[in-house]
């Protein structure tokens, strides 16, 4: 087959499926996938006490406004670097237009001394997931097959099947730019 997503080597929604599904599947509510940049879910984040014994100065909140989803510059005070991005765990929900935003955002926080950044969403598995491999693939150039096995050595992650297609195609641009 000549298509052109096997030239740059990006895996199919089904195999990048069977690589997520793969190794354990249970997740902490927390877990640092990068130095200093952490993946969790609601749990951790709506609780201020875990945010600071974490050591937390920004979060994302990938599921901003959302039920139970209490994040914002209010609630974390003035200790606490906040940014959101209202995002759906829907397969439709373009979740593309926030990766280079948000790579920026988390490249920058950590590229200033002793910063810390906790990434989540409800879960910790989906929409926060594909933010942080975005970030791997933007700013340190992991392919994203490399990216999710980076992750997956800390957590558990699954983005759904709509945020793959994207993530996808944000692999097969940065591939064309770099060849």
Known sequence: MNNPEEKCGTPSVKELEKVLYGGKRFGNP????????????????NDRYSVWKLGITHVVNAAHGRMHCLGSHDFYGSTVDYYGV?????????????????????QKA???????????????VSR??????????IRHHYTLLEAINKVKERRWIFPNRGFLKQLRALDMKLHKRNE
């Open 128 to 137: 926060s997931a594909c933010l942080v491999l975005a970030y791997l693939m």
């Open 86 to 106: 209202p995002a759906d765990d829907s397969p439709t929900f373009d979740l593309s237009c926030y990766f280079f935003p948000s790579a920026e955002y988390i």
């Open 30 to 45: 927390v877990d640092e996938v990068w130095p200093n940049l952490f993946i969790g879910d609601m749990s951790v984040a």
């Open 110 to 124: 950590l590229d200033t001394s002793g910063a810390r950044v906790l990434v989540h969403c409800a879960v910790g």
